[in-house]
């Protein structure tokens, strides 16, 4: 049974890091994209990032370039999500999912939310003074 879940969230002060974790079961991480997506209320789910051992991608949003670092720790099957500078617009649930295994995708790992198949439960980032 596929399982994935997060944690690491709370509260931290602007400019202040984090380190989100996502631990999985059932399945194993190299033959799969692993995600982490945000969700802010009244907002709609957005891509954060993704890595994909077996097709050799890391992917970034835009709005977390450079502050943002995904890593797999294969030895526990967890993957990692260090965030850095962090502003209060970072502020959501952030979620891990897991796509089919071994699928080949044209432009990498998958930014979008309809290419995961798996999700965990979430794990609530806070950023503010």
């Known amino acids: 049974q596929v399982q994935l879940v997060e944690s690491g969230g709370g509260l931290v002060q602007p400019g202040g890091s984090l380190r989100l974790a996502c631990e999985t079961s059932?399945?194993?991480?190299?033959?799969?994209?692993i995600g982490w997506f945000r969700q802010a209320p009244g907002k709609e789910r957005e891509f954060v990032s993704c890595i994909s051992t077996f097709e050799e991608s890391i992917i970034y949003a835009d709005s977390v370039k450079g502050r943002f670092d995904i890593s797999i720790d294969e030895a526990t099957s967890t993957v990692y999500l260090q965030m850095n500078e962090l502003y209060p617009e970072d502020t959501a649930v952030y979620y891990c999912?897991?796509?089919?295994?071994?699928?080949?995708?044209?432009?990498?790992?998958?930014?979008?939310?309809?290419?995961?198949?798996?999700w965990g439960q979430g794990t609530q980032v806070t950023v503010s003074s």
């Open positions: 059932g399945f194993t991480p190299d033959d799969h994209a």
């Open positions: 999912a897991a796509d089919s295994p071994r699928t080949y995708h044209l432009h990498g790992c998958p930014t979008y939310v309809t290419g995961y198949v798996d």
